[in-house]
């Protein structure tokens, strides 16, 4: 069966719903994982962050992790996308993201760190 909305929203999680996520994190499904993303859906709704911009995201959620090297996820939270990389810049100044990741390495929070490197370009005002 597949995970709905509700579910997918749910503060704490199902061990069906734990697994669910683990398997497409380890696919590297992060699109499908995205899809139940409240951030996203808010801004394509007008909802949040108007005029700002994101990068593609290509690592796994980055919280709620266990305080240790690489991704292991906590039961007691469903993993999401909480550390994020926005940016709105000036019409004259278009940014665009060129890579994203997460530093995986870092172990002294319950969140993994997210970076971006960005390409800034200037036109005339």
């Known amino acids: 069966p597949d995970v709905g909305p509700e579910e997918a929203n749910k503060k704490t999680p199902s061990p069906f719903l734990m697994e669910k996520i683990r398997g497409l994190a380890e696919q590297k499904a992060f699109a499908k994982l995205l899809e139940f993303d ?20 290509t690592h796994p959620p980055t919280f709620k992790v266990k ?4 991704i292991e996820y906590k039961d007691q939270r469903a ?9 709105r810049s000036l019409p004259y100044m278009p940014a665009s993201s060129e ?24 036109r005339p005002p």
């Open 67 to 70: 305080r240790d090297k690489g």
């Open 38 to 57: 409240q951030l996203i859906k808010a801004r394509e709704q007008g909802e949040a962050f108007l005029g700002f911009s994101e990068g593609a995201i």
């Open 99 to 122: 890579l994203t990741w997460c530093g995986d390495g870092v172990d002294s929070s319950d969140h993994k760190p997210v970076g971006a490197l960005l390409s800034l370009g200037m």
């Open 79 to 87: 993993p999401a996308y909480c550390d994020r990389v926005m940016w």
